[in-house]
Nanobody, 123 residues
Framework: QVQLVESGGGLVHTGGSLRLSCVAS????????MGWIRQAPGKEREFVAA????????RYAGSVKGRFTISRDNAKNTVYLQMNSLKPEDTAVYYC????????????????WGQGTQVTVSS
């Protein structure tokens, strides 16, 4: 059974930083693409970032490029999202997600996701 447990969310001021972590279990983490998606109140889920199984192919949404960094540690079954220069529009529930295969290119490639962690950026 796929389990994805996020942590690291919280309340920060504009310009602040947070690091989200996601510990995965129930599947062979090292052969799946992983990523993060988010959902703000009243809005649809949005692709944030994705990383392939090797960690060498990375994609970001245009709105976070240059501010967010996704990484993974296959030895720890963990994927991270370092978020810098946070803005109020980054406020959302952030979900860790597993791809349906080795690579993830967009929202439709995700097959499972966790319960989410709230990120709130105050102005």
């Amino acid at each position: 059974q796929v389990q994805l447990v996020e942590s690291g969310g919280g309340l920060v001021h504009t310009g602040g930083s947070l690091r989200l972590s996601c510990v995965a279990s129930g599947f062979t983490f090292s052969i799946y693409g992983m990523g993060w998606i988010r959902q703000a109140p009243g809005k649809e889920r949005e692709f944030v970032a994705a990383i392939d199984w090797t960690g060498s192919l990375i994609r970001y949404a245009g709105s976070v490029k240059g501010r967010f960094t996704i990484s993974r540690d296959n030895a720890k079954n963990t994927v991270y999202l370092q978020m810098n220069s946070l803005k109020p529009e980054d406020t959302a529930v952030y979900y860790c997600a597993r791809g349906s295969g080795m690579r993830v290119t967009d929202l439709g490639d995700f097959a499972s996701w966790g319960q989410g962690t709230q990120v709130t950026v105050s102005s």
